[in-house]
């Protein structure tokens, strides 16, 4: 028999929708994924899982740490009733009706409507005391707006790497808490618009690195230093940060939709037909969360699209029919 | 001086974007509210102020009810040091540059941004018993998405009133849990669109009481029959329902913006330039929540725009140097 509602990733949106879905009585299934390293980091329970404090999802006013408060996501669906397989979806087929998902495990589901809230996983450097330092709270993030306002960062240096429009934006806002943030940039110039660049570059807390590289990450419980590299020079040297924000972009977990009829953009992020719902460009599929968002990737607007998803679905099946 | 940014109303989306300002340091002044009754039932704190257990907002596996959510959004954007004032917006100056708020208490705040969060409040019978058991939890509700898959209502008979599109979602919706739904319409016909109208009156659960008004709700505890008035022929006669749901429409909050050049819709929602983000025509101006949501109207998607409107204030003054 048919799904009604599979729902494909395990974060914000897709617990969320699974919420909503489950108890519109539609008995929804969630492919949480695998967890796995490459090409990027993806875990059950999304990008949350490498953060510790979480202060900005409403309802918490102590903070909650993320894997604690995807906990909590997944048993409130579950309680209503949704079913969890720790499986990816390596191949879809669209054109089938129902369509047809093939998992992990070389089993082929078929659903009448899909959910797609895969996220999209932070670039690292891939330098071995980033992630750790990432995971325990230690001062290293991939997300500004997320963990800028930390105590730990206030008053203190702390440095961005990249030079994209993200970047410009991740170190605008640090400027708000931190002492000095220093820019680190590969080239001798930014990929950002001129006008954010003009804005950060004006600001007098702001450093910018040129042709340079985070050789190293150092500190054991705390970030203490990042070991620079000139790419001009070669000649090596340490600055002293509390903080380092990776802000060298995203990679939107949609390998799976490649081959298929589905609207992504160039990066690969899902296209929705109208930004305020969750309609592709297929009828029956539903996009939700990071994996179709590039401008706010914060944990409540994920879970806000995730219910539009869940209230979308629900409709359309009922107006085919499907119940 | 001039605020950095004044959100109006202090729902979901009015608190949520309320942490997120706080926490971008721009140190914002909600303006919650004064409760009143006329035209329409608004509280500080939005609908979920009238109802009791929330199942549906993610986080909260064990339920919660809507005024202790509230209590606990409003804290946490007092403590990143928001400011909170019981007042009303009378009447918004868009044109002036800090825009100018009149408040309740007659006094003029400047800000360089607004975020408009005042929701849009349920039109209701007007009936003595009506609120009372709807904000006791005692089976009357304005939302099915909200309330239906509660367990009172599980293989019960209950009753939507109201003939429009959201009538006939409240309808279907509550097939898949009531044992049968009536719809008590005013006149001989629906308003809703043919298509609804064929998918709901299909359903065999669905019995639709024509050219009929609820005269009164009888309950103590709990709703336990509809009094309800053929207009035609004025007799009248009492149907058991443990559940009913008002389906009238909504009013959205917005009447201190009607000499305004912010964009309405012709019922008074706020528009959208993009649905995706949070913008108005005015610029400066930003929207969240169900002042702009004619389509979802929940917590978490409500939150969510909050979330994005913060955001978006926060990148436009960045951009202008209001820092």
């Known amino acids: 028999m048919a799904e009604k509602v599979v729902i494909i990733g395990s974060g914000p949106a897709g617990w969320t ?71 990816d979806v390596v191949r879809c087929d669209f054109d089938s009706k129902p369509f047809k998902l093939t998992t992990s495990d070389d089993t082929v589901i078929e659903a009448h409507s899909v959910i797609i809230s895969t996220g999209a996983s932070a670039n690292w450097l891939g330098l071995p005391n980033e992630l750790r330092l990432a995971t325990s709270g230690g001062g290293v993030s991939a997300c500004a707006v997320c963990d800028g306002a ?103 977990n949609t390998h799976f939709l490649r081959e298929t009829k589905l609207g992504l953009d160039p990066v690969g992020y899902v296209k929705l037909t109208d930004g305020f719902r969750t309609l592709t460009n297929i009828e029956g599929v539903y996009a939700a969360g990071d994996v179709t968002d590039q401008v706010y990737r914060q944990a409540i607007s994920a879970a806000g699209m995730g219910c539009k998803a869940a209230i979308d679905a629900e409709r359309w099946l009922a107006e085919h029919g499907i119940d």
Chains 1, 2 share one sequence.
């Open 17 to 87: 929708a699974a919420i909503y879905a489950a108890r519109a009585n539609l008995n929804p299934l969630v492919l949480e994924g695998v967890p796995k390293q490459t090409p990027s980091i993806q875990l059950p329970g999304g990008q949350l899982m490498l953060t510790t404090e979480v202060e900005n999802y409403p309802g918490f006013p102590e903070g909650i740490t993320g894997p604690e408060m995807m906990e909590k996501f997944k048993d409130q669906a579950v309680r209503f009733g949704t079913r969890v397989e720790t499986l």
């Open 150 to 252: 930390l105590p730990i960062f206030r008053n203190q240096p702390v440095a961005v790497v990249g030079g994209g429009d993200t970047a410009m934006e991740e170190a605008s806002y640090l400027t708000k808490f931190a002492s000095k943030v220093y820019i680190i940039v590969r080239r001798g110039e930014f990929r950002a618009s001129k006008v954010m660049q003009k804005r950060v570059l004006s600001n007098p807390k702001v450093e910018v690195i040129w042709h340079s590289v985070v050789d190293d990450v150092l500190g054991m419980a705390h970030l203490e230093k990042l070991r620079l590299k000139n790419l001009q020079t070669g000649a090596m040297h340490d600055i002293e940060v509390k903080g380092l924000f990776v802000a060298i972009g995203h990679t939107p």
